[in-house]
């Protein structure tokens, strides 16, 4: 089967979980960014895995927020089925709060 390559970017947290800022990854053509993200799991650990899903529901954490190709794509189910192409670039941040 065909090998794509996606670029994804750590920010935050996710940045010091990972310990790059960015890395490109060879992929099957037609992974979805769900199996991207499970891919990336099993690359970086099970912190990351839990950092990313909700163990419960198996959700993306609403407090991620994650990009393919500057699109919000965490917020619906369906867009995680999004199939993956050449080239996209998928950003993974965690949403920092605080303050007064």
Same mark, same amino acid.
Do not use: W
């Given at each position: 089967?065909?090998? &794509?390559? $996606?670029? $994804?970017?750590?920010?935050?947290? =996710?940045?010091?979980?990972?310990? /790059?800022?960015?890395?490109? $990854?060879?992929?099957?053509?037609?992974?979805?960014?769900?199996? =991207?993200?499970?891919?990336?799991?099993?690359?970086?650990?099970?912190?990351?895995? +839990?950092? &990313? =899903?909700?163990? +419960? /529901? *198996?959700?993306? =954490?609403?407090?991620?927020?994650?990009?393919?190709?500057?699109?919000?794509?965490?917020?619906?189910?369906?867009?995680? *089925?999004?199939?993956?192409?050449?080239?996209?670039?998928?950003?993974?941040?965690?949403?920092?709060? *605080? *303050?007064?």
């Amino acid at each position: 089967m065909q090998q &794509i390559e $996606v670029s $994804v970017v750590y920010l935050s947290f =996710f940045q010091e979980l990972t310990g /790059t800022r960015e890395e490109r $990854v060879k992929v099957q053509k037609g992974m979805t960014l769900r199996e =991207f993200l499970e891919l990336l799991c099993v690359r970086h650990g099970e912190v990351f895995r +839990k950092t &990313i =899903f909700d163990p +419960k /529901t *198996g959700r993306v =954490f609403s407090h991620n927020h994650i990009t393919l190709n500057g699109q919000l794509a965490h917020l619906l189910d369906k867009n995680l *089925g999004v199939n993956l192409r050449e080239g996209d670039r998928v950003v993974i941040a965690h949403a920092v709060s *605080g *303050g007064e």
